[in-house]
T-cell receptor, first 115, second 110 residues
């Protein structure tokens, strides 16, 4: 399958700081990137959908000013958690979809801990 | 009612057993059905991908989709301790937006 590389895999930051998470599609062009959040023992919840070159579409209840998503190229999407708080501590995962193919390929995830 | 329902388990089986994992869904627009495996602290990896109804087999894994009943299954034959993980069903209509089940935690005991 296609490869999505997500970095960092683990980050600890202080409350009030910002953290950037990167997802790169290594061997395909991801026209759409999805960002999910997963709390322990729970499933993945979609946060936002980003299409290359346009603004992300956020799911209800997700603060777009807090979770900044940039999809500047077909191989790179970033999620920035601004002014992080302990309740933002979670596992964040991206996935890329190529063209009209709905098969999604996931990054390895980023475990964010805000202290 | 959730769009996708999946029994979270945990499910514990002896090595060599046949495992049956299931999901039900309510949205008749779903056309694409997937099963992902997720090891602890890792991202999900795609196991099986099925379009519309029918069966698909890959080694020890068989995926079944019954759209008339809105029910999908994943069977694991000759289960191994390395199969111990959380299994997530996921599905979508057109466009790639996946809706996930809660995930079933599977433990295969040697």
């Amino acid at each position: 399958g296609a490869v999505v590389s997500q970095h960092p895999s683990r980050v600890i930051c202080k409350s009030g700081t910002s953290v950037k998470i990167e997802c790169r599609s290594l061997d395909f062009q991801a026209t759409t990137m999805f960002w999910y959040r997963q709390f322990p023992k729970q499933s993945l919840m979609l946060m936002a959908t980003s299409n290359e070159g346009s603004k992300a579409t956020y799911e209800q209840g997700v603060e777009k000013d807090k979770f900044l998503i940039n999809h500047a190229s077909l191989t790179l999407s970033t999620l920035t958690v601004t002014s992080a708080h302990p309740e933002d501590s979670s596992f964040y995962i991206c996935s890329g979809v190529r063209g009209r193919d709905t098969e999604a390929f996931f990054g390895q995830g980023t475990r964010l801990t805000v202290v | 009612q959730k769009e996708v329902e999946q029994d979270p388990g945990p499910l514990s089986v002896p090595e060599g057993a046949i495992v049956s994992l299931n999901c039900t869904y309510s949205n008749s627009a779903f056309q694409y059905f997937m099963w992902y495996r997720q090891y602890s602290r890792k991202g999900p990896e795609l196991l099986m991908y099925t379009y519309s109804s029918g069966n698909k087999e890959d080694g020890r894994f068989t995926a079944q989709v019954d759209k008339s009943s809105k029910y999908i299954s994943l069977f694991i034959r000759d289960s191994q301790p390395s199969d111990s993980a959380t299994y997530l069903c996921a599905m979508s209509g057109y466009g790639g937006k996946l809706i996930f089940g809660q995930g079933t935690e599977l433990s295969v005991k040697p």
